[in-house]
């Protein structure tokens, strides 16, 4: 593909790496002259120092014979304008728009729904949008999603029914030491081991002669319901949540707050709470900590029969006067990302068992989870993520980054392009490369873990995961050019 980024900050760079890497053409354009020379250092690719809000200038950068624009500059308005200017001239380009505001996001969508029908007739989107990506929505859906499945690090896939967990295997347990062909022997339940992620030894996808050791952090995917089966085996008892504690009240803690809380009454509180409580006691066993007095005023008057306590959460007294010790889960969402990975450690080293840290992207995660934090969400990599799998082409519907950023599970779809349609897995197989986890045929209604002679037809539908950079992988198979 041929892309044109506006805006070369941390996300426009990173996002140019993932890009380049899968050997597409990449073109930025920023106007900071030091943000230039830094993007000029760290890519290869052409970096033009020049507003992108200008239809010269996005001329002067290929736009015309782009497949995609994406606007992910500091300013809202700019990002938005860019799209609409580029969309009055090249409607034909895809366009993806970060913004930080969530009136715009918010606004945008309600409209776009309001009005689905209406665009549905070959209208142009809003603002010549085709995807409006907001970071606050990205990463509260990631935290809540970690705390739905029992805190951990872990991807849904196969509309839910499976789960991509990662898992430390703890010492003494049934899955210390044993070789990976032989799982078989401990459970009738089925699973793959997907990575293998080893204290000194780096992330791989694992063969079957590879041996787990203690320490060792692997992803396994399971059905959702054998999940606490490979917890067992691991050594990780089912994690058992009656109290949470939420440290941040800004954008990114309402959003989680609201999903936790306000809108899913019958759902998550009350499967993590045992379920038979009223609101009003389930909702007191949500606190929110923020000692921004603004803050704390707007989260009282929105969740009335939550606690909310305007204090330093660093301040031990606190912590020991309201019995925060003992609570199960702290979810720690300030803005301060460095912050959130001590208060989360903390909670560890004081007897919280399970918690959730906010952090600025993947780098930190091996830092964090040092530290003894359970579950990290990097918000700059989750915003990556997502413009991705718009930008994978139209047979690609999702993808998720895996490890600290080494690995990559992708959704696709089989056209009647594809270079395997008619092929059996064994036959296009690449030890240490690809693995492919769930495939779902056409009018079936679950999805299936594929062996060794499945067989690849039209309108299949395929997860499977892959080093970072590998495109050509998913490209075989999704035909995509």
Do not use: W
Request: hydrophobic share 40%.
């Amino acid at each position: 593909m041929n892309i044109v980024i506006v805006g070369a900050g941390f996300t426009g760079v990173q996002l140019a790496k993932r890009l380049i890497e899968e050997k597409n053409i990449v073109t930025i354009l920023e106007n900071d002259e030091d943000t230039v020379r830094h993007a000029r250092n760290m890519l290869d690719c052409t970096v033009i120092q020049a507003d992108g809000n200008n239809l010269n200038n996005l001329e002067d950068a290929g736009i015309q014979n782009a497949d995609a624009l994406v606007a992910v500059t500091e300013n809202d308005e700019i990002n938005m304008i860019t799209c609409s200017l580029v969309d009055a001239v090249y409607p034909n380009v895809l366009k993806i728009a970060r913004v930080r505001n969530y009136a715009y996001y918010v606004n945008t969508n309600e409209a776009a729904k309001h009005h689905a029908e209406t665009f549905a007739n070959n209208h142009r989107p809003l603002y010549g949008i085709d995807y409006m990506i907001h970071p606050d929505v990205e990463a509260a859906e990631a935290i809540v999603t970690a705390v739905e499945h029992g805190v951990s690090d872990v991807v849904p896939l196969g509309d839910g029914e499976y789960e991509l967990s990662t898992v430390q295997i703890a010492p003494g347990s049934q899955m210390d030491g044993i070789v990976i062909k032989n799982i078989r022997t401990l459970t009738e339940c089925k699973l793959i081991v997907v990575f293998v992620d080893k204290d000194k030894g780096g992330a791989s996808l694992p063969a079957g002669d590879t041996v787990l050791h203690a320490g060792d952090s692997i992803g396994v995917l399971a059905h959702r319901d054998n999940m606490n089966t490979l917890l067992e085996l691991c050594g990780s008892g089912k994690k058992n949540i009656k109290k949470v504690v939420m440290v941040g009240a800004g954008k990114i803690g309402t959003l989680v707050a609201e999903r936790l809380v306000q809108h899913r009454q019958t759902t998550v509180l009350r499967k993590l709470f045992g379920g038979k409580k009223n609101q009003k006691s389930v909702t007191q066993d949500f606190v929110i900590v923020d000692k921004d007095n603004e803050l704390c005023d707007a989260a009282i008057e929105k969740f009335p029969d939550a606690k909310v306590f305007c204090a330093d959460i660093t301040d031990e007294s606190f912590i020991e006067e309201e019995g925060l010790d003992k609570f199960n889960l702290a979810i720690c969402v300030t803005h301060n990302h460095e912050m959130n990975m001590v208060v989360a450690a903390y909670f560890e080293s004081i007897g919280v068992k399970n918690t959730i840290a906010l952090i600025t992207n993947s780098t930190f995660t091996d830092i964090a989870q040092r530290l003894g934090v359970d579950v990290t969400v990097p918000i700059r990599d989750t915003v990556v993520d997502s413009i991705m799998s718009h930008l994978r082409g139209k047979n690609v519907t999702d993808v998720h980054t895996l490890s600290s950023g080494e690995f990559e599970i992708v959704e696709c779809d089989i056209p009647s392009k594809s270079k395997y349609l008619g092929k059996s897995l064994k036959e296009v197989a690449r030890p240490g490369e690809f693995l492919m986890l769930l495939i779902k045929k056409p009018g079936s209604t679950g999805y299936q873990l594929p062996n060794g002679d499945t067989v690849f037809n039209v309108g299949d539908h395929l997860v499977l995961i892959e080093k970072i950079g590998d495109k050509k992988i998913v490209e075989n198979f999704s035909g995509k050019e």
